[in-house]
Nanobody, 122 residues
Framework: VQLQASGGGLVQAGDSLKLSCVVS????????MGWFRQAPGKEREFVAA????????YYADSVKGRFTISRDNAKNTVYLQMNFLKPGDTADYYC????????????????WGPGTLVTVSS
C-alpha cells in the first residue's frame, strides 16, 4: 500500500494551496481518508476526514470554513483545498487511510503516507 501526498510549498498568508494524495495497493473506495498535520515541536493533529463515498466530511475547528476535503474514487485520490492560509497552518501534512468510517483519531488509521511540507509566511 502506498499513499503519496503532494502539493505542499511555500506561500504567503492569505494564499491557497491544494494538496493531493494518490493511493495505491488497496480498494480505495473501501476506505475513509484523513489529513493530519504536524508542526515542528508539536504533536500530530487531525485536520479533515472524508468517508468512503465522500458523503460525510469532518474538520478540525481550526480549519473549518477555510479547508475543504474531497475525493475522486475513480482516480484513487483525496484532496485538501486550503484557502486563507495562516502562519499557524505551517506543518507537514499527511494523508491516511482508515478501513472504518473516517475518524478524527490518528490511531484509527491503518496506512499513512510521507508528509508534504506546507510553509506559510506572514
Amino acid at each position: 500500500v502506498q499513499l503519496q501526498a503532494s502539493g505542499g510549498g511555500l506561500v504567503q498568508a492569505g494564499d491557497s494551496l491544494k494538496l493531493s494524495c494518490v493511493v495505491s495497493g488497496l480498494t480505495f473506495d473501501d476506505y475513509g481518508m484523513g489529513w493530519f498535520r504536524q508542526a515542528p515541536g508539536k504533536e500530530r493533529e487531525f485536520v479533515a476526514a472524508i468517508t468512503w463515498s465522500g458523503g460525510s466530511t469532518y474538520y478540525a475547528d481550526s480549519v473549518k470554513g477555510r479547508f475543504t476535503i474531497s475525493r475522486d474514487n475513480a482516480k484513487n485520490t483525496v484532496y485538501l483545498q486550503m484557502n486563507f492560509l495562516k502562519p499557524g497552518d505551517t506543518a507537514d501534512y499527511y494523508c491516511a487511510a482508515d478501513k472504518g468510517w473516517a475518524t478524527t483519531r490518528a490511531e484509527e488509521y491503518k496506512y499513512w503516507g510521507p508528509g508534504t511540507l506546507v510553509t506559510v509566511s506572514s
